[in-house]
């Protein structure tokens, strides 16, 4: 199966040529041949085993390359052997090369592309190299057949050129045998790593770049594909937003994974401009035969340039080249080549009228995202493009990157998908700014938490762009129009997914802490289960909020092994729980503060590993490395482990099976499988990190105050602690009285006693009747309103400085 790090075609490609080279090498010395001499001494009788060469782990400490030209005396000296077995892997990595390369060039050569003979024909060679290495190896090979022969001998179909050119690479992603194989680049046992001589014809960077366009294509598909489960309503936008974020990083990946091959050829951005001429020479059209002086190229080649991304490509360049990258920020656009028409969406019908709308739409977005690009600092979240943006500002050398024009086309994709309903996630992101705002009403204002979460959710109760535009042009230093307040917000969905992400993500991780400092939720949790166990609560009396924390966090965030069943087994479970011993409840000690170990102690944990993780990434602007298909998989991997641990991140080895299964599962996938495996992630950690831990805590405290005032009816007045630090052990009272380990009636007498279990039933009771145990819920079924948080103290909240600039201009 696929190793996690061999995701993308170009590196299975890569990988693949450099097993067939590194198994040839190793076999061939194993077995005494000596490089460099016309007859190697083969003082071997036995040949290596089937294996790959090697199941060592230890890192190799040297590179041997391994010339194009060596690979036929290597094989003829295999081929002589002694029962030399190949094994399969080798022979699909062998046959997937010979197959795209060979496939590769018949399809250029059938589609008149033109390459110049030189690059072919050393392209060729290195195929008829390959073909005599099977030829030479064929008795040995047997009947292995790879699932790609079909693929070999197809025939071109009049389906468009770039269909037939990707066809070929459909080895890298139909064939079932190699994805039940054993790892194709196993890590090599010798200290010496071999890899195969790479070529860099020509031919070899625009197979590199056909490559990179397959990947981009699959992976735009699949993006189409959440998209349209979000407008179904099968997912949620937050869900494909940071998956479609993801995927941009995944795609610079990519890129930068070739950019050895590209950079020779100028980069990406340039090889897709030839790329792109090359194909309209195929079709006939003359590219620069433009049929109005404002076009870019010939429109009669739209949907080549679309498959290129040469519209994105072409619009992004010319807005980079005529903004000096300094004043990006300040910039907005005039209308000067007509406005995006959200009621048409991607419903056009001529080139023109399709190439408008990418125009338009690009036209009025870029401005935005330079102003996002020069406040990255300022913003909770900065999303790729943004951040792409922001290197272009930085570096007044650079060109477009191409991943940046997919992303941008993608951009335009889902905003003209979408038509009218464009705004749907903006309204949505509104509706979660109150939401989370109304959940904060009866939190203490002083919280740093609440303040943190607060923040995220009010970051754009305006909008700075038309705040700063609106000033500017009020001192007549702006020559446009403005745009109306939030077009922005409005345009880009994405960006509206990754802000309702982004709340949430504070929501879980601040309410987590918030709720976990206390510790008040332990002891209530365990004093809950006590109560259901011994039958002490009516039946039709359920506290729906803390069942719901409850299967959130699963029962070892709160109980030590299994969970206990009698009173001795209630009373040390909860001990074991919250870090303390026994012995601090003998009668004698009672008035004394509770030693606790918080070391051992159990807490709550965070429960949307795969999130928080994708939130952390938005909330830090720095340059960082993109994410690549194998570091998504890494995190959800962890994100499924997670799963099944407690809140010391010990994990519950009975569900290894489950965690390895799913493991398994995702080394299969290439990158849009993945990135849909991260949207169903994202979309089941929705319950817990939307989960309000904030209200959950006021909730349990609010029960506590309660049990305490009763308690204080049976024990008197001055036998519990005044300190409110402990009132969380008021939950452990009545399971130390009815373990026998402290006297109800306050002095030293120790029998077991029911009396205080009793009175916290009765509280219960009483509070679950009052519907006080329903709060969350009941808040999570309805929508606030604005009216509904009028009444929310915020504090001073300038996040992008723009009264501090109304004040400098004594506004």
């Not at 064939?175 to 010798?190: G, H, K, L, R, Y």
């Not at 190229?297 to 290129?308: G, I, S, V």
């Not at 109304?438 to 700075?464: F, G, M, T």
Request: glycine share 6%; proline share 5%.
């Amino acid at each position: 199966m696929l190793t996690p790090a061999l995701k993308s075609i170009y590196q299975k490609y890569k990988a693949d040529t450099d097993f067939v080279a590194e198994w040839l090498a190793v076999t061939a010395k194993t077995n005494g041949y000596e490089a460099g001499t016309a007859k190697a001494s083969q003082t071997a009788t036995v040949g290596v085993s089937s294996g790959s060469p090697g199941n060592g782990t230890a890192a190799p400490k040297s590179t041997h390359l391994i010339k194009i030209k060596d690979f036929e005396a290597l094989a003829t000296f295999v081929s002589k052997v002694n029962d030399l077995k190949i094994p399969k892997d080798f022979v699909f990595a062998l046959d997937r090369v010979i197959v795209a390369r060979k496939g590769f060039a018949d399809r250029l050569t059938s589609s008149g592309l033109k390459v110049n003979s030189l690059s072919e024909g050393r392209h060729s060679f290195f195929v008829e190299v390959l073909e005599k290495v099977r030829h030479i190896l064929k008795p040995l090979i047997g009947t292995t057949k790879p699932d790609s022969e079909e693929t070999t001998k197809a025939d071109i179909k009049p389906g468009g050129v770039a269909k037939n050119i990707f066809s070929v690479l459909e080895v890298y992603h139909i064939s079932t045998e190699f994805q039940n194989a054993p790892d194709v680049v196993p890590a090599p046992a010798t200290e010496v790593k071999y890899v195969a001589e790479q070529e860099d014809t020509f031919m070899d960077v625009i197979f590199a770049f056909t490559a990179l366009l397959d990947d981009y294509h699959r992976l735009r598909a699949e993006i189409k594909s959440l998209w349209t489960d979000y407008v179904s309503g099968n997912l949620d936008l937050a869900a494909v937003s940071v998956a479609t974020n993801v995927a941009f990083e995944m795609a610079r990946n990519i890129e930068e994974e070739i950019e050895s091959p590209l950079g020779k050829e100028g980069g990406g951005s340039f090889v897709a401009n030839r790329y792109f001429a090359a194909l309209c020479t195929v079709f006939g059209i003359e590219m620069n035969a433009k049929k109005q002086s404002r076009d870019p190229y010939n429109l009669d080649a739209y949907d080549l340039a679309d498959m290129c991304m040469m519209n994105s490509l072409t619009l992004l360049a010319s807005y980079v080249q005529s903004t000096g990258r300094s004043e990006m920020h300040l910039q907005s656009y005039n209308g000067s080549f007509g406005w995006y028409d959200e009621t048409v969406g991607d419903s056009a019908q001529t080139r023109r009228q399709k190439w408008k709308q990418d125009m338009t739409a690009m036209l009025e977005f870029m401005p935005d995202v330079s102003f996002l690009a020069s406040k990255i600092d300022c913003s909770t979240i900065v999303d790729e493009i943004t951040r792409g943006m922001a290197y272009l500002a930085n570096d007044r050398t650079k060109e477009p990157p191409f991943w940046l024009a997919w992303a941008t086309q993608i951009y335009l994709d889902i905003l003209q998908f979408l038509g009218q309903d464009c705004d749907r996630g903006y309204r949505e992101m509104q509706q979660e700014c109150l939401n989370i705002k109304h959940s904060l009403l009866d939190i203490d204002a002083s919280s740093k938490e609440r303040s943190k979460v607060l923040h995220a959710a009010c970051i754009w109760d305006n909008d700075p762009m038309w705040m700063v535009r609106k000033l500017i042009s009020d001192l007549g230093l702006f020559p446009n129009d403005i745009a109306p307040p939030f077009k922005c917000l409005r345009r880009n969905p994405i960006y509206c997914g990754l802000l309702i992400h982004n709340m949430r993500s504070n929501l879980h991780s601040s309410g987590t802490q918030f709720a976990a400092t206390p510790g008040a939720l332990l002891g209530v949790t365990q004093l809950y289960h006590v109560l259901r166990q011994e039958k002490m609560l009516a039946e039709d009396l359920e506290w729906e909020d803390l069942e719901t924390l409850r299967k959130l966090q699963g029962n070892p965030s709160f109980f030590v092994g299994d969970l206990p069943t009698n009173r001795e087994a209630y009373f040390k479970n909860y001990c074991l729980g919250i870090g303390t011993s026994v012995t601090n409840w003998a009668p004698n000690r009672r008035k004394s503060k509770l030693k606790i170990n918080s070391a051992n102690r159990r807490n709550l944990k965070y429960t949307g590993y795969v999130s928080l993780s994708t939130n952390h990434r938005l909330e830090h602007p720095g340059a960082r490395q993109p994410w690549s298909p194998s570091a998504v998989e890494a995190v959800l991997n962890e994100g499924v482990r997670k799963q099944y641990t407690d809140s010391r991140d010990h994990f519950q080895a009975e569900f290894k099976d489950i965690v390895e299964k799913e493991r398994l599962e995702l080394a299969k996938l290439f990158p849009p499988g993945i990135i849909r495996k991260l949207a169903l992630a994202i979309q089941n950690e929705i319950p817990g990190i939307s989960f309000n831990y904030f209200t959950m805590h006021n909730e349990a405290w609010n029960f506590l105050g309660r049990l305490q005032e009763g308690f204080g009816q049976v024990l008197g007045p001055n036998v519990l602690s005044k300190n409110p630090d402990e009132l969380p052990f008021a939950a452990g009272l009545p399971l130390a009285a009815a373990a026998g380990q402290m006297s109800p009636q306050g002095d030293k007498k120790v029998e077991k006693s029911d009396v205080l279990m009793h009175v916290a039933a009765d509280v219960l009771q009483q509070f679950l009747r009052e519907g006080q145990g329903s709060v969350i819920k009941e808040a999570s079924a309805k929508k606030a309103q604005p009216q509904d948080v009028e009444s929310l103290e915020i504090g001073d909240i300038d996040p992008w400085g723009i009264e501090k600039l109304q004040k400098a201009y004594r506004f």
